[in-house]
């Protein structure tokens, strides 16, 4: 699975955001993770292909949602209420063998976009 995430940008506090993420295949799960400077990458939410059942990461629940365009084979990240805590490079993942247990795990996700730069400044 190839995945090409975009979207992403420059914006104040405050603003909205959404990133997309195109995959040439389908996967059981696919999520969003995000990665800021000298931090570990961490999971933001993720995507049960076929179902549509989200899970999110308790410091994007309420701000962040999650959605795919079963169609267009696109996954998708509306970020709203966007803080300087949000600031990170965001990938998109693929995880094909990902069970709901492991669903947030960043091992789980065997494939991986390049990258999406979000910054938010105050």
């Known amino acids: 699975v190839q995945l090409q995430a975009s979207g992403g940008g420059f914006v104040q506090a405050g603003d909205s955001l959404r990133l997309s993420c195109a995959a040439s295949g389908r996967s059981r799960y696919m999520g969003w993770f995000r990665q800021a400077p000298e931090k570990e990458r961490e999971f933001v939410a993720t995507i049960e292909w076929s179902s549509g059942y989200t899970d999110y990461a308790d410091s994007v629940k309420g701000r962040f949602t999650i959605s795919r365009d079963k169609a267009k084979n696109t996954m998708y990240l509306q970020m709203n209420s966007l803080t300087p805590e949000d600031t990170a490079v965001y990938y998109c993942?693929?995880?094909?063998?990902?069970?709901?247990?492991?669903?947030?795990?960043?091992?789980?996700?065997?494939?991986w976009g390049q990258g999406t730069q979000v910054t938010v400044s105050s």
């Open positions: 993942a693929a995880a094909p063998n990902a069970i709901v247990s492991t669903r947030r795990i960043l091992g789980t996700y065997r494939y």
